[in-house]
Structure formats: structure tokens, C-alpha cells
């Protein structure tokens, strides 16, 4: 899980990076950042799949009462 938050941090000063100099001088290839935020979406899925399996019976409940109210809307 550590090794996921590292990564995460380091891809979004990455992605920061990438923004600014498309922003100030362009980039070869700005596909580039496209790429990086979708990295960056598929870690953060991950992590949160990861903290959903470590939640307990009580959690699990609360989580399935929050979605069943949201389905009704």
C-alpha cells in the first residue's frame, strides 16, 4: 500500500510537471499527459480497491446502505 502512495505522488509531480511545460513551452508528444493522469486514475483505483477489501462487516453494511440510496435517485 506504501509502495502504491509513493508511486501515486511521484506520477502526480510528474503529471504537474508535464502540465506546466505544455503550458509554457509545449510539448513534443502532449499525448503524454493524457497518459499520465490515466496512470494516475488506474493507481488510485487500486488503492481504494485495496481499502475496500481491509473494511469490516459494519463498514461493508454502511458502504451498501450508501449505494442502495443512491441507486434510487
Known amino acids: 500500500m506504501e509502495d502504491l502512495k509513493t508511486e501515486l505522488g511521484e506520477t502526480e ?3 504537474h510537471k ?7 513551452k509545449g510539448l513534443e508528444k502532449p499525448i503524454h499527459i493524457r ?4 496512470d494516475i486514475a488506474r493507481i488510485k483505483t487500486e ?3 485495496r481499502e475496500v477489501e481491509e473494511l469490516n462487516e459494519q463498514q461493508i453494511a454502511q458502504r451498501s446502505r450508501i449505494r442502495q440510496r443512491r441507486s434510487k435517485r
Open 13 to 15: 509531480g510528474i503529471y
Open 47 to 49: 488503492i481504494r480497491r
Open 18 to 24: 508535464l502540465s506546466f511545460d505544455h503550458a509554457t
Open 35 to 38: 497518459e499520465v493522469r490515466r
